[in-house]
């Protein structure tokens, strides 16, 4: 391993709003070897100088809070050197504790991006919708910048205006021909489809990415009667953002089970943590075991059934929020969960019929051995990542008890 000392982190402010867009690309773009003359790839990036580690980083907003921002910082630890190896440095989300700062090569994100695009059919424009310092917002520019794709953002991007239908409609319009693909969480997508114009907006797009959390059979079945193109997506910050679409690996990409939770290996894997870097392995089968329970079926599809890191303890009962909300889902039950020292709860946008509660309640408490206690909310928290905040949401329902 090799460390230069003048490879510090550059802390990229990413502005709120469609700005940040432009900021990353005029960051991304010096990575992507461009020597007249020059056709051998691997001679290009030898020529190139050398190019500092960058780590995008949101600026204080209504939804980034200074301590929030302060959190990710540190963790990049912008005054010591990085790995020569090291070119992109993307921090987790930090909801549930102290954010990690992970390091990644451009062969990485170059690999992930070239894998996705054969895999949808080709190269194309994408539609930016998700916070770009998080893995699956910042994939959306890094995608096009290696492809040489065009990258448009909503007006929304970041929480500069609320996300809805009107802001996603007019980001798609700008996008005449080509291929267009684009990123979402269920929620967004939840939202785009009570739309006409979201539902004929999403479906211009060639492939609608959705993942960063589970993803309701519902929303999707809907989603794919409307002719929506949707495609499930799995992966973390710690594999170039997703890496397993529809069930199936990437290129290159091999998932298998260890103790019944996921592992990823192959050149998408990140370097390492930053603070850990006497552990860095440089090669391209790095492998990375992630907190989710999955199997792999008999055709090579990757199902994953819950977490390992959302169990809580409840009345001395070990529970898996992920399993409440995968058998709520089989009930056709949308809801998010979460606990409190004393209770699970159940939030969802409408109430329940009586037999619809009934069965909810008797379900769960056979297979898990806990009641719920189901409650209506009008909105979820989230967090900077654009995913259900758990813990702010147990709390809310608590404090209202």
Known sequence: MTISTERAPWV?????????????????????????????????????????????????????????RTRLIAAVRPDIACPDACDVILTTSGSTGEPKAVMHTWSAIEHSTHSLHERLGGAGAWVCALPLHTSAGF????????????????????????FNAEVFAHAVAQLESGPIYTSLVPEMAQRLLGDASGIDALRRCDAVLIGGQAIPEPLVLALRSAGVNVVLSYGMTETCGGCVYNGQPLADV?????????????PVVMLGYRGSEGVIDTTTQRCFLTSDVGH??????????????????????????????????????????????TTIYAATAS??????HQAAIARVSTELAVRIDFRVVSEVPMTAAGKPDRIALATLLASNS
């Open 12 to 68: 990229l402010d990413l502005p709120v709003g469609p700005t940040a867009v432009a900021v990353l690309r005029g960051a991304l773009e010096p990575y992507v070897p461009r020597a007249a003359g020059v056709d051998d790839a691997a001679a290009q990036i030898r020529a190139r100088a050398p190019i500092t580690p960058i780590a995008p980083i949101p600026v204080v907003s209504a939804r980034i809070s200074d301590e929030y």
């Open 351 to 356: 109430g329940l019929s009586p037999d619809e």
């Open 254 to 266: 091999n998932v298998s089970i260890s103790h019944r939770r996921v592992e990823i290996c192959g």
């Open 139 to 162: 994939m959306t520019v890094a995608r096009s910048v290696v492809a040489g794709t065009q990258a448009i953002a909503v007006e929304s991007l970041g929480g500069a205006t609320p």
């Open 296 to 341: 792999v079926t008999a055709d090579g599809r990757l199902v994953i059934e819950g977490r390992t890191d959302d169990v809580v303890i409840v009345h001395g009962v070990n529970v898996s929020l992920s399993a409440v909300e995968a058998i709520l889902r089989d009930l056709g039950i949308n809801a998010i969960a979460c606990a409190s020292d």
